[in-house]
């Protein structure tokens, strides 16, 4: 296959995944800003979140206050924003554009077909009068693209390198999306001295914070399954990051990326095969005691980093002319 | 006027009679609300042009007229006669023009109109092209103006598009009206990428058995995109821009993500002056450099080959005819359109005289721009032409303004007459020339109007060669 054929089709996958990711994230740091007396939590979230793409410093520039808002104003409809859905789903299509001889008919349809009715919902006015039905069309839009994916695409290489786009990006937004969290937890709990774990005001405010973590990652119900227990931090952070099962979890994120670079390898992957597959195995035989011992945000620096060197050398060995 | 589906007396014409009755016991607004529905589909599929001028990234549809045009299938069969032999001549007349050229000797086409024109590529000169086939794929123009009366308005032998369309429409009007394909006998066109493909694995050098084809594409921002990578998807080659390839040891080769693999036939839908810029234009950045070195060596297939823009240009398109007696010894089955070349001094005189009553058009001019239409044109265009045409008589031609057919088309006020022309795409491989019967069929969409380009607000239609 042509290298910016996969170039492409990679970063359609990315970007579309990309789309998904920023819908989830904002839409819980909006409800939770429906949450009575947690305006300033909120609030303190949605900026949160805005570090997390490191967006902060342009956004303070154009809009000033952190609202709800101006959040959906600049992570949704706003066209100088890289990160905005606006920008992910416009890129999402113009990738799939230059390839769509490349991709099923119904997979390029689709992407063409949710960009144009994200036009036309902005035109509507959805994002800002319902964020909440909008935040889930944008996700289902994504669910529906890979459903498409998988259910008609041949699984010779092009399918290969969407996987490793989507898995990628998973991976690498899972990390920040746990980094992000469980910083806000800690200052929060710091700044309301409330650190005894036995204060009944402890247990309920870390209740709300950790289900909203699980549920924008859809993953509230698995945690009730797998843990049958009340929910904590530890974990969330095990189930996020460690759980082979879990959809979203860095480790089976992971382990996809070292399943489809097999299937893609050439003579020069190896090393990039090698790093993925270390990566993969760590992630297998590591326990949460040792990422403590590291402390989580640290070792959450490195895997994210680690992410990134393994996408720079995916580009050089398979995607760059 | 002549209209293909009524008479004068206001009666349907045989072969439409079955659309007539089909529309007839359909609810008044059925075809109305279809045509939204086509719309909408067409957009979702992303069948789209742009517009040089429009903002770049700016995608329009084609209109879609929903009424077919009905060619009976007995006119079909002199049409693909006539066609073949035409594209016969035009690609022995390639083949001698950049060889012995032996008509130039025979003094039937003046030498200097063919070796001063600015499509004459001498690049060319000695070069064998496989089996001679220069223009493996042709977009031959047509027009009918009387009962079983066409004429040959212009040949495209550089990069005709369209076919899409035309596979398209077909698409759409089957999903549209599925039940009015099971009530005539029409014949199909789905083929055409088969066709093709065959076509263009049969030009590879050195007869190859499973050569790699490609489809060469200026990029997205193209206003013919959406038909290069529909071609490229249909035929299942890949679709590469000039940056894929690169020419190593005069062969050349597209970066994989596998490394490098050699590339022997390459449809190009990028002009001559841009495919390399070692030779033709130095700044072309959608070209490949060293393509020619390659093509010289005969280590790649283009298809169509380099210059053949001399052979479709306006001012050969008069010896058209002659070609056809010379090369063929046959008497030319379509008729071409009487033209005068302005350059000749008699002729500009007669132009000159008479140009409220004739169509002018630039020797290369193309997509319907920078032409006259005079009984259409005010007083201060035709006088703005005859100021042209005496700075630049060379530059012209004129034509009797032809009255092209007209077909019912939708349009606001419900179906009125529109005039329409025709786009049969000619393939030509060693085994022979082959089509698919019907081809693309444009409607001029303003009442009156003549000019049917897509890019001046023409619109197409399906069309069907039907079983008398």
Same mark, same amino acid.
């Given at each position: 296959?042509?290298?910016?054929?996969?170039?492409?089709?990679?970063?359609?996958?990315?970007?579309?995944?990309?789309?998904?990711?920023?819908?989830?994230?904002?839409?819980?740091?909006?409800?939770?800003?429906?949450?009575?007396?947690?305006?300033?939590?909120?609030?303190?979230?949605?900026?949160?979140?805005?570090?997390?793409?490191?967006?902060?410093?342009?956004?303070?520039?154009?809009?000033?206050?952190?609202?709800?808002?101006?959040?959906?104003?600049?992570? @949704?409809?706003?066209?100088?924003?890289?990160?905005?859905?606006?920008?992910?789903?416009?890129?999402?299509?113009?990738?799939?554009?230059?390839?769509?001889?490349?991709?099923?008919?119904?997979?390029?349809?689709?992407?063409?077909?949710?960009?144009?009715?994200?036009?036309?919902?902005?035109?509507?006015?959805?994002?800002?009068?319902?964020?909440?039905?909008?935040?889930?069309?944008?996700?289902?839009?994504?669910?529906?693209?890979?459903?498409?994916?998988?259910?008609?695409?041949?699984?010779?290489?092009?399918?290969?390198?969407?996987?490793?786009?989507?898995?990628?990006?998973?991976?690498?937004?899972?990390?920040?999306?746990?980094?992000?969290?469980?910083?806000?937890?800690?200052?929060?709990?710091?700044?309301?001295?409330?650190?005894?774990?036995?204060?009944?005001?402890?247990?309920?405010?870390?209740?709300?914070?950790?289900?909203? @973590?699980?549920?924008?990652?859809?993953?509230?119900?698995?945690?009730?399954?797998?843990?049958?227990?009340?929910?904590?931090?530890?974990?969330?952070?095990?189930?996020?990051?460690?759980?082979?099962?879990?959809?979203?979890?860095?480790?089976?994120?992971?382990?996809? @990326?070292?399943?489809?670079?097999?299937?893609?390898?050439?003579?020069?992957?190896?090393?990039?095969?090698?790093?993925?597959?270390?990566?993969?195995?760590?992630?297998?035989?590591?326990?949460?005691?040792?990422?403590?011992?590291?402390?989580?945000?640290?070792?959450?620096?490195?895997?994210?980093?680690?992410?990134?060197?393994?996408?720079?050398?995916?580009?050089?060995?398979?995607?760059?002319? | 006027?002549?209209?293909?589906?009524?008479?004068?007396?206001?009666?349907?014409?045989?072969?439409?009679?079955?659309?007539?009755?089909?529309?007839?016991?359909?609810?008044?607004?059925?075809?109305?609300?279809?045509?939204?529905?086509?719309?909408?589909?067409? *957009?979702?599929?992303?069948?789209?042009?742009?517009?040089?001028?429009?903002?770049?990234?700016?995608?329009?549809?084609?209109?879609?007229?929903?009424?077919?045009?009905?060619?009976?299938?007995?006119?079909?069969?002199?049409?693909?006669?006539?066609?073949?032999?035409?594209?016969?001549?035009?690609?022995?007349?390639?083949?001698?023009?950049?060889?012995?050229?032996?008509?130039?000797?025979?003094?039937?086409?003046?030498?200097?109109?063919?070796?001063?024109?600015?499509?004459?590529?001498?690049?060319?000169?000695?070069?064998?092209?496989?089996?001679?086939?220069? #223009?493996?794929?042709?977009?031959?123009?047509?027009?009918?103006?009387?009962?079983?009366?066409?004429?040959?308005?212009?040949?495209?032998?550089?990069?005709?598009?369209?076919?899409?369309?035309?596979?398209?429409?077909?698409? &759409?009007? $089957? *999903?549209?009206?599925?039940?009015?394909?099971?009530?005539?006998?029409?014949?199909?066109?789905?083929?055409?990428?088969?066709?093709?493909?065959?076509?263009?694995?049969?030009?590879?050098?050195?007869?190859?058995?499973?050569?790699?084809?490609?489809?060469?594409?200026?990029?997205?921002?193209?206003?013919?995109?959406?038909?290069? #990578?529909?071609?490229?998807?249909?035929?299942?080659?890949?679709?590469?821009?000039? *940056?894929?390839?690169?020419?190593?040891?005069?062969?050349?080769? $597209?970066?994989?993500?596998?490394?490098?693999?050699?590339?022997?036939?390459?449809?190009?839908?990028?002009?001559?002056?841009?495919?390399?810029?070692?030779?033709?234009?130095?700044?072309?950045?959608?070209?490949?450099?060293?393509?020619?070195?390659?093509?010289?060596?005969?280590?790649?297939?283009?298809?169509?080959?380099?210059?053949?823009?001399?052979?479709?240009?306006?001012?050969?398109?008069?010896?058209?005819?002659?070609?056809?007696?010379?090369?063929?010894?046959?008497?030319?089955?379509?008729?071409?359109?009487?033209?005068?070349?302005?350059?000749?001094?008699?002729?500009?005189?007669?132009?000159?005289?008479?140009?409220?009553?004739?169509?002018?058009?630039?020797?290369?001019?193309?997509?319907?721009?920078?032409?006259?239409?005079?009984?259409?044109?005010? *007083?201060?265009?035709?006088?703005?032409?005859?100021?042209?045409?005496?700075?630049?008589?060379?530059?012209?031609?004129?034509?009797?303004?032809?009255?092209?057919?007209?077909?019912?088309? &939708?349009?606001?006020?419900?179906?009125?007459?529109?005039?329409?022309?025709?786009?049969?795409?000619?393939?030509?491989?060693?085994?022979?020339?082959? $089509?698919?019967?019907?081809?693309?069929?444009?409607?001029?969409?303003?009442?009156?109007?003549?000019?049917?380009?897509?890019?001046?607000?023409?619109?197409?239609?399906?069309?069907?060669? #039907?079983?008398?």
């Amino acid at each position: 296959m042509l290298s910016r054929t996969a170039d492409c089709l990679y970063w359609m996958a990315r970007y579309t995944e990309r789309a998904e990711n920023t819908a989830r994230l904002i839409d819980i740091g909006l409800q939770q800003s429906l949450l009575p007396g947690q305006q300033r939590e909120a609030e303190a979230s949605l900026a949160g979140m805005l570090g997390l793409a490191e967006l902060l410093p342009v956004y303070r520039k154009k809009f000033g206050d952190v609202n709800p808002e101006s959040v959906i104003r600049f992570m @949704v409809l706003d066209e100088e924003n890289p990160s905005s859905i606006w920008s992910s789903l416009h890129n999402a299509r113009e990738n799939a554009r230059a390839v769509r001889g490349q991709i099923t008919t119904g997979l390029w349809e689709t992407s063409n077909a949710t960009w144009l009715e994200f036009l036309k919902l902005c035109d509507e006015g959805l994002p800002l009068a319902e964020p909440g039905k909008f935040f889930e069309w944008v996700q289902l839009r994504s669910h529906l693209s890979r459903g498409i994916t998988i259910g008609t695409m041949i699984k010779d290489e092009a399918f290969r390198f969407i996987r490793l786009g989507t898995f990628l990006e998973r991976a690498d937004s899972t990390a920040r999306m746990i980094d992000v969290r469980f910083h806000e937890i800690e200052t929060q709990d710091a700044q309301a001295e409330l650190l005894d774990p036995d204060d009944p005001e402890f247990a309920v405010r870390e209740f709300y914070h950790w289900e909203a @973590v699980l549920r924008s990652l859809s993953a509230f119900e698995a945690y009730r399954k797998v843990y049958r227990d009340t929910i904590s931090g530890a974990r969330v952070a095990e189930l996020l990051i460690l759980n082979p099962d879990m959809p979203r979890s860095i480790a089976s994120c992971m382990n996809e @990326v070292v399943a489809n670079l097999q299937l893609v390898g050439n003579g020069n992957s190896e090393e990039t095969r090698r790093r993925a597959g270390k990566l993969a195995a760590t992630l297998r035989y590591l326990t949460l005691d040792e990422i403590a011992e590291h402390g989580l945000h640290d070792w959450l620096t490195t895997l994210l980093a680690d992410i990134d060197d393994l996408g720079g050398r995916m580009r050089q060995d398979f995607l760059v002319l | 006027m002549f209209d293909e589906m009524l008479l004068e007396n206001g009666t349907v014409r045989p072969h439409y009679e079955g659309f007539e009755r089909w529309k007839t016991a359909r609810n008044s607004g059925f075809l109305e609300g279809k045509k939204a529905e086509a719309d909408h589909l067409f *957009r979702q599929v992303g069948i789209t042009f742009s517009v040089y001028g429009d903002d770049v990234g700016t995608e329009r549809l084609i209109p879609f007229d929903l009424v077919p045009r009905i060619i009976p299938a007995s006119q079909w069969a002199r049409l693909e006669k006539g066609l073949t032999q035409r594209v016969q001549a035009l690609n022995l007349f390639l083949k001698d023009v950049y060889g012995r050229g032996d008509i130039l000797r025979a003094g039937i086409i003046p030498a200097n109109r063919v070796l001063s024109n600015a499509q004459f590529r001498k690049e060319m000169l000695e070069l064998d092209v496989p089996a001679g086939i220069y #223009a493996m794929i042709a977009g031959i123009d047509l027009v009918c103006v009387g009962e079983n009366e066409w004429y040959v308005l212009e040949d495209n032998l550089r990069v005709p598009s369209g076919v899409s369309y035309m596979l398209e429409n077909r698409k &759409m009007m $089957m *999903r549209l009206f599925p039940d009015l394909f099971g009530a005539h006998r029409i014949a199909p066109v789905a083929h055409y990428p088969d066709l093709l493909l065959e076509t263009l694995r049969q030009g590879a050098p050195d007869s190859l058995e499973d050569p790699m084809v490609v489809v060469l594409t200026p990029g997205l921002y193209n206003s013919a995109y959406f038909e290069h #990578a529909f071609l490229a998807q249909q035929m299942g080659v890949e679709l590469v821009e000039g *940056r894929d390839l690169m020419v190593e040891d005069d062969t050349v080769y $597209m970066h994989t993500t596998h490394g490098k693999k050699r590339v022997d036939v390459i449809y190009r839908r990028i002009d001559d002056d841009y495919l390399d810029p070692e030779v033709f234009n130095k700044d072309s950045m959608l070209g490949v450099p060293g393509l020619m070195r390659a093509y010289r060596a005969g280590r790649v297939t283009l298809a169509n080959a380099i210059g053949t823009g001399v052979a479709d240009d306006k001012s050969i398109y008069p010896y058209v005819p002659d070609m056809i007696r010379f090369y063929l010894g046959q008497e030319p089955i379509l008729n071409n359109v009487p033209t005068h070349i302005c350059s000749e001094t008699d002729s500009l005189k007669y132009v000159l005289d008479n140009l409220d009553k004739l169509v002018v058009k630039e020797v290369h001019g193309a997509g319907g721009y920078g032409m006259l239409i005079g009984p259409a044109a005010s *007083r201060a265009e035709i006088e703005d032409f005859r100021a042209k045409l005496k700075a630049h008589p060379d530059a012209y031609i004129a034509q009797p303004t032809l009255s092209l057919s007209t077909c019912p088309t &939708m349009v606001e006020k419900g179906i009125a007459p529109r005039h329409i022309d025709l786009r049969p795409f000619v393939l030509t491989s060693p085994s022979g020339v082959r $089509m698919v019967p019907g081809g693309l069929t444009r409607v001029a969409l303003k009442e009156g109007s003549l000019v049917v380009n897509s890019s001046q607000g023409g619109g197409t239609k399906d069309t069907w060669v #039907a079983a008398d």
